[in-house]
């Protein structure tokens, strides 16, 4: 009598085409159900894919391990907060610089607004300059690979690469 007869007795949810128990429900619907239910107001409800992608976001913490940025309504904080002093959204080419290098401290005071060149020049990341991209171009046409030629300026062969193709220095 036990299991047998707990199966044909089992209350199941009511909607339709769904065969899970209500036990742990309420009001004739399995959890699921009656969660969408609360919520919604609708057991058919179904959260899209970019509602539900918006809500993750939203709900991570706004720290991780003390080494990234603040964030914002999902986007870092350091960005909302120069959108705002400015008045509109950034540009691609933009960069929010934090000028005490705390990552934390997003004051006003504390952040600047460079393009993505100026940025990495202050932090030395720039090893090319202006004057070099002639002489890399003589260099290409003299028949030098760019790998060699990479070697010889301290960059990538990609980023001789860029230069050759017109995508980078392209007004010089």
């Not at 393009?115 to 028949?143: C, F, Q, S």
């Not at 990479?150 to 220095?169: K, L, M, N, P, S």
């Amino acid at each position: 009598m036990g299991k047998d007869w707990a199966r044909k007795h089992a209350k199941f949810c009511k909607v339709g085409g769904c065969s899970t128990s209500t036990k742990n429900g309420d009001h004739g619907y399995c959890q699921k159900h009656a969660q969408r239910v609360r919520r919604y107001g609708d057991p058919h409800y179904v959260t899209t894919e970019a509602e539900r992608r918006r809500l993750s976001r939203l709900s991570q913490p706004s720290l991780g391990k003390g080494t990234s940025y603040k964030k914002f309504m999902g986007q870092h904080e350091h960005r909302a907060v120069m959108e705002k002093s400015i008045g509109r959204k950034l540009g691609p080419d933009e960069i929010v610089h934090h000028k005490d290098g705390n990552r934390l401290n997003n004051s006003l005071t504390n952040l600047e607004l460079t393009t993505r060149r100026e940025h990495a020049r202050e932090h030395g990341m720039v090893k090319l300059v202006e004057e070099d991209i002639p002489v890399i171009r003589d260099l290409i046409a003299m028949g030098w690979s760019q790998q060699a030629i990479g070697d010889e300026f301290g960059v990538t062969q990609g980023a001789i690469g860029a230069i050759h193709r017109g995508v980078t220095w392209r007004d010089v």
